[in-house]
T-cell receptor, first 109, second 114 residues
Framework: GQSLEQPSEVTAVEGAIVQINCTYQ??????LSWYQQHDGGAPTFLSY????GLEETGRFSSFLSRSDSYGYLLLQELQMKDSASYFC??????????FGSGTRLLVRP | DAGVIQSPRHEVTEMGQEVTLRCKPI?????LFWYRQTMMRGLELLIY????????DSGMPEDRFSAKMPNASFSTLKIQPSEPRDSAVYFC????????????FGPGTRLTVL
């Protein structure tokens, strides 16, 4: 089967750093993506890792370890607008995205 | 550029009625995906097309669901007959040729079946 595990909820303070972990077990693997979704909105692409290591895009970074079937999204200098759900997604061998159940991030003042 | 366009944004219907959801992908994108999102099941891929051809429909829950893509700029997802358990947000997404990592999602259609 195919499964992705990520925490259901994370709470952090404005200005802090938060890490959202994702472990996966899939039949094929091309890469790990992260999407952000605000309440009532559509998922929007944040980052993608195909190779091991850290990818940085502004305040957001994403890490992948293929040998550990593990990745994380790191959000720095948290802002209130970062309160949203964050989904990890594995691209399998047929170019489909398999989404995790999402992590709801609440940023407090 | 306009993003992915979906219509209607909200649909309320009664059990047994036919529902048709519409999607216009971003111009030039060659992949189109239909997803369903519920609290219980999360974001599920229903079907996807490449160059207007259905590639994988293994996520379509039942024969009551069907999808078509008659041309590169239009796709429909039809539910006939609809049931209350079909209530969900349905998203359409598209992807550029050769771009394997990014899908662009439309705003979604919130379907309520009474």
């Amino acid at each position: 089967g195919q499964s992705l595990e990520q925490p259901s909820e994370v709470t952090a303070v404005e200005g802090a750093i938060v890490q959202i972990n994702c472990t996966y077990q899939t039949s094929g693997f091309y890469g790990l993506s992260w999407y952000q979704q605000h309440d009532g909105g559509a998922p929007t692409f944040l980052s993608y890792n195909a190779l091991d290591g850290l990818e940085e895009t502004g305040r957001f970074s994403s890490f992948l370890s293929r040998s550990d079937s593990y990745g994380y999204l790191l959000l720095q200098e948290l802002q209130m607008k970062d309160s949203a759900s964050y989904f990890c997604a594995v691209e399998d061998s047929s170019y489909k995205l398999i989404f995790g159940s999402g992590t709801r991030l609440l940023v407090r003042p | 550029d306009a993003g992915v366009i979906q219509s209607p944004r909200h649909e309320v219907t009664e059990m047994g009625q036919e529902v048709t959801l519409r999607c216009k992908p971003i111009s030039g994108h060659d992949y189109l995906f239909w997803y369903r999102q519920t609290m219980m099941r999360g974001l599920e891929l229903l079907i996807y097309f490449n160059n207007n051809v259905p590639i994988d429909d293994s996520g379509m829950p039942e024969d009551r669901f069907s999808a078509k893509m008659p041309n590169a700029s239009f796709s429909t997802l039809k539910i006939q007959p609809s049931e209350p358990r079909d209530s969900a947000v349905y998203f359409c997404a598209s992807r550029r040729p050769g771009d394997t990592d990014t899908q662009y999602f439309g705003p979604g259609t919130r379907l309520t079946v009474l």
